[in-house]
Structure formats: structure tokens, C-alpha cells
């Protein structure tokens, strides 16, 4: 069985303090075998919240998997927006990231769906861009048939019905579809700050998508919370943990069938 935690929307700067004083020993009684952080690890992008993640994340134990997300770029910096949207992020938190991580059950690619500037009025929104996307899936296809092959990113690519935000993420159902084709089982995200797990139907595309909350105060009327997902040879099983009354606590629990993934249909 493969542990797996997924952290997203930390937002180092305005965290929650008293539950990021609690997670670390929560997280380590789950005995992770790897840790995923699904973007937005800071609030403004300042050198001194990457800091401050960077020290956090570094007690964490095992290997990690990190994608940046909206926020990870200098809020305040329309210069390093335009030219180096990412050079924090990436001399300070990227060195700690695996390029990838896989296992005997698992094989989990990050791709980055944030941009410093857009051609557009809300930077904040996620573009997928689709060269890259498959770039990463010949990686992913090199490993063993059975593997649960899933992609982390900060922004979901479609967002789902029961997501406090709205938006549209460009190439993000263009990118599901194709992902879908090429038999990957899942997309891991964060951004809106509540978690889901969607089991998409035939109709639409056949590919889980995993959402985590967040453990910062930006909380959009949900408890902050983050993912323990276990994967084995059978099941994928994807726990909620929130913070309530000081204290983590087990919430809702979605389980799929791996014999009933798309990607097990096709080889079987």
C-alpha cells in the first residue's frame, strides 16, 4: 500500500498557525511515502514566506512532489512577474521537490497551471498547456502498466459543481479529455480551498478528480483540512482530515475500484 499525503493553499503568510503546529505529528502517524503540496505554499510570494515553507516542508520526512500555484509568484513585483515569475519558488522551495515519484502502485507527475501575467484581467487563473502535459505522460507511460498514474497541479482543470469558486482554467477540458485517451487516472489539485474527489462518468471523461482544502485562514466556510489517500493493488481511498476544535479529525472517506479504472478496463 502506497501513503500519500496532499497538502494544497498553505499560503505561508497567513497559515493556519495553531493547525500547522498540529499536522506534522498527524501527518507522521500516517506514515506517508510520499507528500504532495498542490501549490499556493505562500500568501504574497516574499522571499521570507518561502522561507518559512522551505523550513516547514524540510521536516517533513520522505520524499516530496510540489507544484507552484497563483500565489507563488511576487505579489507585489510587476518586474519579476513579467521576467521571473517563478525564481523564488524555484531557488527556494523547487530544490526540495522530486521531479516525479514512483512506486509499485503509484507514478505521480507534477505540471505547473500557474502563470506570472496572462493576456487576461485575472492572472490568478490556471492554464494547461497541453505540449507539456504530454511531454510528461511519455514519462509516465514508461512505468509499469499497472501503476495508478496521476498528475498534481494547483488548479483543477475542470472545477466541480460543488466548488465555492466558479472559473473557467484554460485548456483544462481539453486536457482532461486527452488525459482520459491516454489512459492517466487522475488529476490532484488545489486553489479552491475545500476538498472533493469526483469520479467523472463516461459522459464527460473517465479521470478522478482529487481536491485539497487548505491550511491557511482563507477559508471559504470549510474546516482547514488536507488528503491522506491510500493506494494499493484493489482500492484508492481518499480520506479527509479537518481541523475542528483543536484537534485534526477524520471526515469524509471516497474509495474507488482499481479494476474499475478506465486505464485497468484497457489492458484487461
Request: with cysteine; charged share 25%.
Amino acid at each position: 500500500m502506497t501513503s500519500i499525503i496532499q497538502f494544497a493553499d498553505i499560503h505561508f503568510g497567513v497559515e493556519d498557525k495553531a493547525a500547522m503546529a498540529a499536522v506534522k505529528d498527524v501527518v507522521e502517524s500516517l506514515k506517508p511515502d510520499v507528500t504532495l503540496i498542490c501549490g499556493d505554499i505562500t500568501q504574497n510570494g516574499k522571499k521570507d514566506e518561502f522561507y518559512a515553507a522551505r523550513d516547514w516542508i524540510r521536516t517533513l520526512s520522505g520524499p516530496k512532489v510540489i507544484t507552484p500555484g497563483n500565489h507563488d509568484t511576487p505579489m507585489f513585483g510587476i518586474f519579476q512577474r513579467l521576467f521571473d515569475p517563478f525564481g523564488r519558488y524555484n531557488r527556494i522551495i523547487a530544490p526540495l521537490s522530486e521531479p516525479h515519484y514512483t512506486d509499485k502502485n503509484v507514478c505521480i507527475m507534477p505540471i505547473n497551471t500557474s502563470r506570472g501575467v496572462q493576456a487576461k484581467t485575472d492572472w490568478s487563473l490556471g492554464v494547461v498547456d497541453i505540449e507539456a502535459l504530454e511531454d510528461k505522460v511519455k514519462i509516465m507511460q514508461a512505468t509499469a502498466p499497472l501503476t495508478v498514474k496521476l498528475f498534481i497541479a494547483h488548479h483543477p482543470f475542470i472545477y466541480p459543481p460543488s466548488s465555492p469558486l466558479q472559473k473557467t482554467t484554460e485548456g483544462g477540458a481539453q486536457a482532461l479529455a486527452r488525459l482520459s485517451e491516454l489512459n492517466i487516472d487522475g488529476v490532484l489539485t488545489g486553489h479552491v480551498h475545500a476538498p472533493f474527489m469526483l469520479d467523472r462518468q463516461p459522459d464527460e471523461t473517465e479521470i478522478l478528480s482529487i481536491g485539497a482544502g487548505t491550511l491557511s485562514v482563507r477559508r471559504r466556510d470549510r474546516a482547514a483540512s488536507f488528503n491522506h489517500i491510500e493506494i494499493d493493488a484493489e482500492t484508492i481511498k481518499v480520506t479527509e482530515i479537518f481541523w475542528d476544535n483543536g484537534q485534526f479529525s477524520t471526515g469524509e472517506i471516497f474509495t474507488k475500484k482499481i479494476a474499475e479504472l478506465k486505464s485497468r478496463r484497457s489492458i484487461i
